[in-house]
C-alpha cells in the first residue's frame, strides 16, 4: 500500500524552479516530522530540508536560501520549493516521513538540471 505520493520532478535549465509535492496519509502526516532527501549516482542520499521540532525547518548549507519545505495540513502534502537550481541539485529527491512505528519513504521523483 502505497504511504507517499510524490509529483514534481522534472527537467529544468539551470537557475531555473521546480516545487515537488507529497502526499502523505493522515495518519503519517500527524505523527511525522516530513523531510526531503536526495540521492545524486553514486553518492549518499543526503537531506535537503526537513520539519524538526513544532514547525521549525533546517537546511544544509548547500541548499540554504534557495529551497524551502512547506505544509499544507488540510491536504496532508508537504512541499519542496526549489529556486535557482544549479546542475549540482540534479539527484532522486525522496520524501521521508519517520514516524514512531516507522520510516517511511516515497517513490522517489527525478530532477534534472541542465547547464
Known amino acids: 500500500q502505497v504511504q507517499l505520493v510524490e509529483s514534481g520532478g522534472g527537467l529544468v535549465q539551470a537557475g531555473g524552479s521546480l516545487r515537488l509535492s507529497c502526499a502523505a496519509s493522515?495518519?503519517?502526516?500527524?505523527?511525522?516530522?516530513m523531510g526531503w532527501y536526495r540521492q545524486a549516482p553514486g553518492k549518499q542520499r543526503e537531506v535537503v530540508a526537513a520539519?524538526?521540532?513544532?514547525?521549525?525547518?533546517n537546511y544544509p548549507d548547500a541548499v540554504k536560501g534557495r529551497f524551502t519545505i512547506s505544509r499544507d495540513n488540510a491536504k496532508n502534502t508537504v512541499y519542496l520549493q526549489m529556486n535557482s537550481l544549479k546542475p549540482e541539485d540534479k539527484a532522486v529527491y525522496y520524501c521521508?516521513?519517520?514516524?514512531?512505528?516507522?520510516?517511511?519513504w516515497g517513490q522517489g521523483t527525478q530532477v534534472t538540471v541542465s547547464s
Open positions: 493522515g495518519t503519517i502526516f500527524k505523527f511525522s516530522a
Open positions: 520539519f524538526t521540532s513544532g514547525s521549525s525547518t
Open positions: 521521508n516521513a519517520p514516524t514512531p512505528w516507522y520510516d517511511y
